[in-house]
């Protein structure tokens, strides 16, 4: 069987074996005229029903090399393969892997433990600042904060936090803002007075109102959220960000914005939003299953159909890397595990690399599966990372 297929192939036969509903009927009969791409989803379904027998949690690496064997594959055309399996086989049951390498999960790993490294997996934490400016650190514990007039907020630590509005006939009052920080190292849920619910990732920071007044409910982000917007056709709920904003009426949806990334990504899931690039003045409108990446630099804006569930994962305790650079990744577990990191040689930044992580796993362990798969060293000291080759 002729197995030299690209990455467009793969990852089309990934999204008709994991998600038929979102592809056009005609263009999947297209497709599958094609010999060359039935083969990729033949094998592609073959290496489902094999991994849907295993036991992942006692698949080890050798197993792998077995398993690439059986396929005719080399070692770049499974790991691919992988990625498209891993979004039915593996992240519907949240284990950790890592470009196509299981890890058993008690498995002696080689170098520091994590009893031997400063650097840790983030936690549900969060720092909110009151309209007064008093601030309050979140997660340790249940807080209860009524002003006795319009809104209480109750703080739960594990649900995270809730403003319920109080039913008054007084007039309306001008909105009080209050703002939600996520250190390094963080995340937390939200419920706005709306019902809305955000989840906010690490080192991201969401200003709002503790109550909507007006025609318009309006927050601003700075960071990665994840947003389900309680519908209201009178009311636009809108997010505003570094130079763009978002409108919706009802939806769920993440946006990625951090202020040291040079893109802005919204990924919709369901419903309609409108994206709005300041800098060139243009407004798009997506889809579910589309994503806006809009360049922070000069404001242009591209639109892609994508899997909505791989920008989301993080809320359900994963990373996601497609074809991204080992700089990008590293940034991404920076603001998960708060750590510092060096190159030796500036060029390795540019490997790239697909693989899903769970967000609970040792930095160590996920780093020494990398180091399996590349010629790359990672060498630890306090909460400082040397990359090297």
């Not at 919204?266 to 409108?274: I, K």
């Not at 190159?343 to 609970?360: A, H, I, M, P, T």
């Amino acid at each position: 069987m002729h197995t030299d297929f690209s990455d467009d192939q793969i990852e089309y036969a990934g999204r008709l074996l994991n998600h038929r509903e979102q592809l056009d009927d005609r263009e999947v009969q297209e497709w599958l005229e094609h010999p060359e791409n039935r083969a990729v989803l033949d094998q592609l379904a073959r290496t489902r029903q094999e991994l849907d027998k295993r036991d992942f949690s006692a698949l080890k690496a050798n197993e792998w090399k077995v398993l690439k064997n059986q396929l005719h594959l080399s070692k770049t055309r499974v790991l691919r393969l992988w990625m498209s399996v891993a979004a039915t086989v593996v992240l519907g049951v949240g284990i950790g892997v890592w470009f196509g390498l299981q890890q058993e999960k008690n498995l002696p790993l080689a170098g520091n433990s994590l009893s031997e490294t400063e650097i840790l997996p983030g936690k549900r934490v969060a720092f909110l600042t009151l309209a007064d400016g008093q601030k309050v650190e979140l997660g340790k514990g249940n807080i209860r904060l009524d002003d006795g007039k319009v809104v209480t907020i109750l703080n739960d630590s594990v649900d995270g936090l809730h403003y319920t509005t109080i039913e008054t006939h007084d007039e309306p009052l001008k909105e009080e803002y209050n703002s939600l920080k996520i250190p390094v190292g963080g995340f937390y849920k939200l419920v706005l007075s709306d019902g809305t619910k955000v989840w906010l990732n690490a080192d991201s920071e969401l200003k709002y109102p503790v109550r909507f007044v007006g025609g318009k409910r309006e927050v601003y982000l700075k960071g990665e959220g994840y947003f389900q917007v309680s519908k209201d056709s009178c009311r636009q709920f809108i997010v505003h960000l570094q130079n763009s904003e978002i409108t919706v009426l009802g939806t769920a949806f993440n946006v990625s914005a951090y202020e040291d990334e040079a893109h802005v990504y919204t990924t919709l899931e369901e419903g309609r939003v409108a994206f709005y690039s300041r800098q060139n003045k243009q407004r798009i409108l997506l889809k579910p299953g589309m994503q806006s990446d809009m360049e922070v630099a000069t404001g242009k804006t591209v639109v892609s159909e994508v899997d909505p569930s791989l920008y989301s994962a993080w809320i359900e305790g994963r990373f996601v890397f497609q074809s991204l650079d080992l700089e990008s990744i590293l940034r991404q577990l920076q603001r998960w595990y708060d750590f510092e990191v060096f190159f030796q040689q500036q060029e390795v930044k540019n490997y790239r690399f697909r693989g899903v992580l769970s967000r609970d796993m040792d930095i160590r362990q996920a780093l020494d599966i990398i180091e399996e798969t590349t010629d790359l060293k990672f060498d630890i000291k306090g909460k400082t990372i040397l990359v090297r080759k």
